[in-house]
């Protein structure tokens, strides 16, 4: 399962919305959607975002646009002295208090957003992120579910939806959910990773290779390393590598060069494999994989470098899982004459 943290992003017209960050850490954040209106009216342009509704509502923003969280609650707090039916007050009183950890608080003001106004678009987004993140995710997906009856294409409601499902075990309408959330936002190669994960996870491996086809266009190297390491694992080497060739291009790293030697062994390109660790250990001689790899790869031809690398990356892994299989290489290689 996934539990997703949550990452401020200011949207255009003052507005402050979370949204879920995937499994590749520092990733860029998806292009963002239009805002929705928080106050429909006749002949109102669609997207729109309403003007804010008191100076006490513009001050909390301001605040929260500054970073200033703390002057936010206190502003949002007496906006919602003055207007108790306000959903714009409660909303922007949630995105306060959550950045100040007070995530029970958050969850209220953003519960009572909706309930003031279940079309505040934002607030849907918001709370569902937030119980996914806290693990709540059948209400996770009820209050997805709920926003997207007011915003049926919201590319953020879809993935948060899908996300839910899928942590609740919900396979086959999770996947259904990721299939309407990647026709949403086509261009995003995160979502398209998360839904060629469960697709494998799923035994679905064309259309999860599929995906990954697509999402391979990023430009974005560790998107790309993510794409490669699951060509790896559905035992695509051509891909992979072609995948790490684009990462490689735009951001070379010992990691990426020993993820393509990887790769390159598994499609029988011996000489390319080593030059690849080689590569790696050249940019990083300390990175315990590339030692690893190289010890593997030089076992059948010279033992005496193989254990060299192999103790190297022993020493370097220390109790992580390289040096592990390290340490069991070298016990299992020096058993041989």
């Known amino acids: 399962m996934k539990f997703p943290s949550l990452v401020l992003r200011p949207l255009a017209g003052g507005l402050a919305v979370f949204v879920l960050s995937m499994a590749c850490g520092g990733s860029t954040p998806p292009p963002e959607a239009p805002d929705p209106s928080l106050e429909e009216s006749e002949g109102s342009e669609a997207g729109a975002v309403a003007p804010t509704s008191n100076a006490s509502v513009r001050a909390g923003v301001d605040a929260i646009q500054r970073g ?5 609650k206190r502003a949002l707090e007496q906006a919602r002295s003055e207007a108790p039916n306000d959903p714009q007050a409660a909303f922007y009183h949630g995105v306060a208090l959550q950045n100040l950890g007070d995530v029970d608080g958050a969850r209220a003001a953003y519960e009572r957003a909706l309930e003031l106004d279940a079309k505040l678009v934002e607030a849907s987004v918001n709370l569902s992120a937030l119980l996914l993140d806290t693990g709540a995710s059948e209400r996770a997906a009820e209050v997805a579910a709920q926003g997207l009856a007011a915003a049926p294409g919201h590319a953020d409601l879809l993935l948060n939806r ?18 309407k959330a990647v026709d949403a936002r086509p261009n995003d190669a995160e979502t ?91 940019m990083d001689e300390s990175f315990a994989p590339a030692h690893y ?45």
């Open 68 to 72: 200033d969280f703390e002057a936010a």
């Open 162 to 179: 899908a996300l839910a499902l899928e942590n609740t075990g919900k396979r086959d309408e999770a996947i259904a959910a990721y299939g």
């Open 192 to 282: 398209r990773i998360a839904y060629a994960d469960l697709l494998a996870a799923s035994g679905k491996r064309d259309l999860a290779l599929e995906q990954l086809k697509q999402a391979s266009e990023t430009d974005d190297p560790k998107l790309l390393a993510a794409v490669a390491h699951w060509f790896g694992r559905l035992k695509a080497p051509a891909e992979c590598i072609a995948a790490l060739d684009r990462a490689i291009e735009r951001s070379a790293t010992a990691e990426l060069h020993t993820r393509r030697g990887v790769c390159r062994n598994e499609q029988g390109d011996s000489a390319g494999a080593k030059a690849d660790y080689d590569r790696a250990l050249a």
């Open 293 to 337: 790899y190289l010890g593997m790869h030089l076992r059948a031809k010279d033992k005496k470098a193989a254990l060299t690398h192999l103790k190297k990356a022993s020493e370097l892994g220390k109790d992580g899982p390289v040096g592990k299989a390290a340490r069991d290489a070298v016990a299992e290689l020096e058993k041989r004459k």
